[in-house]
């Protein structure tokens, strides 16, 4: 796991450390010391820690002026003993909702394993970015991990989608492309 880095493509685009209005502005990152870990493995160093002791993210890219944030999540995300979500929505994705932020992308393709607490803080968020014409989409989630947030209906809250090529696009042109086919979607 430790050589899985965030997503460096759009970083002469946007940098989460230098954006003033991100949660992680100021962050100084090593590209040597590896502390952050998800259990006994170690993860690289770019990644940003938020308070889970289990996920990690990357916010890769945020446009205040068309209201959407791409963030890519690492590790397992466990809401049963660590209330990742509350963290998530609590010191994260609020932060960003009071700079009108109401679009997420998570890309979870590195989310190993999903463990399911309460769904309040799902319904919250929901019923906040729904007031704004928001959404939440997580990307690329792995199948087995898929399997249990469905089993507890979250995917009312956040659309399941998979995109295999989210890479080659530009951010504007993933946030276009994910924003047509979930108006497609309501449109039917």
């Known amino acids: 796991m430790h050589n899985i ?23 100084i990152y090593s590209e040597f010391e590896f502390s952050l870990t ?50 998530l929505k609590r010191d994260v994705t609020d932060k960003l909702f009071e700079e009108h932020i ?36 997580a990307l690329n989630m792995p199948e087995a991990t898929q399997y249990d947030f469905r089993k507890r209906k979250l995917n009312y809250y956040i659309e399941l989608m998979e995109l295999l090529n989210w890479r080659v696009f530009k951010p504007e042109d993933l946030f276009t492309k994910i924003n047509d086919i979930l108006q497609k979607r309501l449109g039917d």
């Not at 997503?7 to 209005?21: C, K, P, V």
């Not at 993210?57 to 995300?77: P, R, S, T, V």
Request: aromatic share 22%; net charge negative.
């Open 102 to 137: 109401s679009k997420f992308i998570l890309i979870t393709e590195n989310v190993l394993n999903f463990h399911s607490g309460d769904k309040d803080y799902y319904e919250e968020w929901f019923e906040e970015v729904t007031d704004e014409n928001g959404w939440i989409v």
């Open 38 to 87: 998800v259990y006994n493995y170690y993860i690289h160093p770019q990644w940003d820690e938020f308070g889970s002791k289990t996920l990690y993210m990357k916010i890769l890219y945020a446009d205040y002026e068309q209201g959407f944030a791409i963030i890519e999540l690492i590790g397992e995300w466990n809401d049963a003993i660590e209330n990742d979500i509350m963290t």
């Open 5 to 27: 880095e965030p997503f460096y493509n759009w970083r002469h685009l946007y940098t989460a450390e230098e954006d003033e209005r991100s949660p992680f502005y100021g962050r």
